[in-house]
């Protein structure tokens, strides 16, 4: 079982992504749902529940990561490890086209290959701006980079 974060442990994590998912880049504003902290390295691979292997995650994200290390990049078919935001940078695997993301690298790629099956960024904005509307009244972000 996962062990959880602290509270401390959490707003740290938060503070550190600046509340957006350190996979897909979304706002906490944004979602539909609460993010998550997830475990970079699942506990069950010895992952500890430490601030240096956990990533703030939107739903998305964290469901289609699972405990996986690793998933098979599209392009070459080899097993691929995923992107590991505590050792890598984002925008070295990952550019946005439009309202999608792109993985530019082996990483990028087999990263979002696991995700092929949720909505696009755009059908996630769209569905975050009707929730929050619908339950708050509040519109969705600009991204900030």
């Known amino acids: 079982m996962t062990a959880r974060p602290s509270a401390d442990l959490r707003r740290q994590v938060i503070r550190r992504a600046g509340n957006r998912c350190e996979y897909c ?3 906490q504003d944004d979602a539909i749902a609460s993010h998550q902290t997830d475990h970079v390295i699942a506990d069950k691979h010895g992952g ?13 994200c964290n469901i289609r990561k ?16 995923l992107f590991n935001p505590r050792t890598q ?19 990028g ?3 979002f290959s696991i995700r092929q099956r949720v909505p696009q960024l755009a059908t ?19 991204p900030q980079w």
Do not use: M
Request: glycine share 4%; hydrophobic share 35%; net charge neutral.
């Open 109 to 111: 790629r087999a990263t």
């Open 25 to 27: 880049l979304i706002h």
């Open 48 to 60: 500890p529940t430490s601030l240096s292997n956990l990533a703030l995650a939107c739903i998305l």
């Open 124 to 142: 996630y904005r769209w569905a975050s701006k009707y929730f929050f509307i619908k339950s708050r009244g509040r519109a969705l972000r600009s």
């Open 66 to 81: 699972g405990s996986d290390l690793s998933s098979v990049d599209p392009e070459t078919n080899e097993v691929t490890p």
């Open 89 to 107: 940078i984002w925008e070295d695997h990952f550019r946005f086209e439009d309202t999608s993301i792109i993985g530019q690298t082996p990483v």
